[in-house]
C-alpha cells in the first residue's frame, strides 16, 4: 500500500505558517498546528452536515430567505410549486434525491399545464436544490439533471374572438352584471385581473378620452385579491383610448368595474361565477331558449321529429380572449407595434409577435390588396399592367 505524501506548507517571512479550506484560512507558528485547525475545521463541517435534513424541512427553511421581498400573491404561487414537490418527496433526505423523482413530479401534478407554468416550477426546483448544493448536502442538482427535465406544456390557449361573437357582446345581454367588465376588455385590452381592480371613477377621464390602468388584483390566497399599483410588467400602469363602446358601456356607472351582488370586491370564487353566468345567458339569447328546455319544449320535439331543430350555438368566449381580440384589432386597424405593445401593458413586443398578434383573415385580404395596387398600379385606368419590366431580348 503507497504511503500517503505529508503536506508541506512554506513558511512565510513573518515566520507564520497558512493553510487554506474553501474559503477559511488557518495561521500558526508551528506547521504541524496550522494543519491540525484545517483538520478540525473539516471535522466540524462534517459533523455538521451528519444531521442532514429531508426536503421539506430544507424548503421551508429555504423559501423564505430565498424570496424576502415577494408579495404575498408571488409567496403563495411558489409555494403551491413548493408543495407539489413536498406532497411527492417530503420526507426523503436530501442526498437520496435522484432526478427520477422531480421528473416523476412533473408527469404526475403538471399534465395538461400550460408551458409557462412548467417552466416556472422548474426554475423554483432548481433554486432550492443550487441551494442544496452550496450548502454541500448534494454534490450535483438533481433538478438541473438533463433526464429530469420536464415534458412540454400548452402554449398560448386563446384566441382572437369572431365578428359575430363581437356583434353578440355588444348587442345582448346589457343588462348582466359582467357586460360592462367584458365589454371594457374586449376594447381596452385590459386584463381580468386589471378589470377586477379598476375603478371607473378614477380610471376615466372623459374630457381626454382616456381610459388609466393603475392597479391589479394579484391572487392572495383563501379566496380573496390583493389590490395592487404593482402590475405583471414595469409598463402595467398605462393609458388607453377611451373607445365607445366602452364609454357607452360605463356610461352612469361609478366604483369598481365588477363587483359581487352586495356591491364588494369579487372574490375568485364570485368571479367565476359571475362569468358563468354572463355565459349562460348569452347561450340563451343566441339560441332563443334556455339549454334546459332545448329540444323538450312541444315545439323543439316537433323541429327535432321535422329534422329541422338547430344546433345549439355555445358561447365559448372566455376573458383572455377578449386581450387577445383586442390586440388584433389594433394591428387590423394599422396600430403600429410600438403603440401596441404600451396600450397592452407589455415589457417589449415579444409576446406580441409571438402570442396576440395574429393575421386575421382581414388584414390579410387586406394586405393582400395594398401588395396588388403596390406592384399592379394601372396607368392608364384600363386595368393594364405598366408596371412590369420589359423583357430582355437575347
Known amino acids: ?65 430565498a424570496f424576502p421581498s ?20 417530503g420526507n426523503v433526505q436530501l442526498p437520496d434525491v435522484k432526478p427520477s423523482m422531480i421528473k416523476q413530479i412533473y408527469s404526475e401534478s403538471y399534465i395538461g399545464l400550460s408551458n409557462s407554468y412548467i417552466k416556472a416550477a422548474r426554475q423554483l426546483f ?24 420536464p415534458h412540454k406544456g400548452s402554449t398560448g390557449g386563446h384566441r382572437a374572438i369572431t365578428e359575430q361573437e363581437r356583434t353578440w357582446i355588444l348587442t345582448l345581454c346589457k343588462d348582466h352584471r359582467a357586460h360592462a367588465a367584458v365589454v371594457t376588455m374586449l376594447y381596452a385590452g385590459i386584463r381580468p385581473q386589471e378589470a377586477k381592480a379598476l375603478d371607473i371613477d378614477k380610471a376615466v377621464n372623459k374630457k381626454a378620452g382616456t381610459l388609466s390602468v393603475m392597479q391589479t388584483a394579484h391572487y392572495s390566497g383563501s379566496n380573496s385579491y390583493e389590490l395592487t399599483s404593482k402590475g405583471k410588467t414595469d409598463k402595467a400602469n398605462r393609458t388607453i383610448p377611451l373607445l365607445p363602446p366602452v364609454e357607452e358601456a360605463l356610461e352612469g356607472k361609478h366604483g369598481l368595474l365588477i363587483t359581487s351582488e352586495n356591491g364588494k370586491q369579487v372574490t375568485p370564487t364570485v368571479w367565476k361565477r359571475i362569468f358563468r353566468s354572463y355565459k349562460h345567458q348569452m347561450e340563451e339569447q343566441i339560441n332563443g331558449i334556455s339549454f334546459r328546455w332545448y329540444g323538450r ?27 387577445h381580440s383586442f390586440c388584433t384589432m389594433c394591428r387590423d386597424a394599422g396600430v403600429e407595434l410600438h403603440t401596441c405593445v404600451e396600450w397592452m401593458g407589455h415589457k417589449d413586443a415579444t409576446m406580441i409577435m409571438r402570442i396576440y398578434d395574429e393575421v386575421s383573415e382581414n388584414r390579410s385580404d387586406s394586405e393582400a390588396e395594398k401588395l396588388k395596387k403596390s406592384l399592379f398600379r394601372s396607368g392608364n385606368g384600363s386595368g393594364e399592367n405598366t408596371n412590369i419590366p420589359a423583357t430582355v431580348e437575347e
Open 126 to 149: 432548481c433554486s432550492l436544490f443550487d441551494a442544496a448544493v452550496a450548502d454541500g448536502y448534494l454534490r450535483s442538482n438533481p433538478a438541473r439533471d438533463k433526464t429530469s427535465a
Open 1 to 65: 500500500m503507497p504511503r500517503v505524501k505529508k503536506q508541506r506548507l512554506k513558511r512565510r517571512s513573518d515566520g507564520y505558517y497558512v493553510c487554506r479550506y474553501k474559503d477559511q484560512w488557518f495561521y500558526s507558528l508551528d506547521e504541524a498546528d496550522c494543519l491540525a485547525q484545517r483538520e478540525e475545521y473539516r471535522r466540524l463541517e462534517r459533523q455538521q452536515i451528519t444531521a442532514i435534513p429531508t426536503v421539506s424541512d430544507f424548503a421551508e427553511k429555504w423559501i423564505s430567505r
Open 70 to 89: 415577494a408579495s404575498k400573491s408571488t409567496m403563495t404561487g411558489l409555494r403551491i410549486h413548493l408543495r407539489k414537490l413536498t406532497d411527492a418527496i
Open 297 to 323: 319544449t312541444k315545439e323543439q320535439r316537433q323541429l327535432a321529429e321535422a329534422g329541422k331543430l338547430p344546433p345549439w350555438i355555445e358561447f365559448t368566449v372566455v376573458p383572455y380572449d377578449l386581450r
